[in-house]
């Protein structure tokens, strides 16, 4: 599976972003996939992940400001994130997300992110 992230830029803080990554091979529909992002400095971190069925969970460092969601014909996982804040900036990736052992990882490789930058 090879997964391009797209769609980051600067914004201002309250602004909004809408990014989107396009996932290639068969079994889209069957994944369950997630935004991460990693922000200078700091470790990867998991934001935002959503069933094959839709059933969405954030983190709570961006739930009632971001939006992830799906489309199963595209092959595309996207991430509405209103209301962005300096500490919003990051790489954004996507993955294929798996659950094992009461806790969620990274399915694949890493893809190429795209970066997001939040101006004060």
């Known amino acids: 599976v090879q997964l391009q992230a797209y769609g980051g830029g600067l914004v201002q803080a309250g602004g909004s972003l809408r990014l989107s990554c396009a996932a290639s091979?068969?079994?889209?529909?069957?994944?369950?996939m997630g935004w991460y992002r990693q922000a200078p400095g700091k470790e990867r971190e998991l934001v935002a992940r959503i069933s094959p069925s839709g059933i969405r969970d954030y983190s709570d460092s961006v739930k009632g400001r971001f939006t992830i969601s799906r489309d199963n014909i595209k092959n595309t996982v996207y991430l509405q994130m209103n209301s962005l804040q300096p500490e919003d900036t990051a790489v954004y990736y996507c993955n294929q997300v798996r659950y094992e052992s009461g806790r969620y990882y990274p399915a694949n490789s890493w893809g190429q992110g795209t970066l997001v930058t939040v101006s004060s």
């Open positions: 091979g068969s079994g889209f529909s069957s994944n369950r």
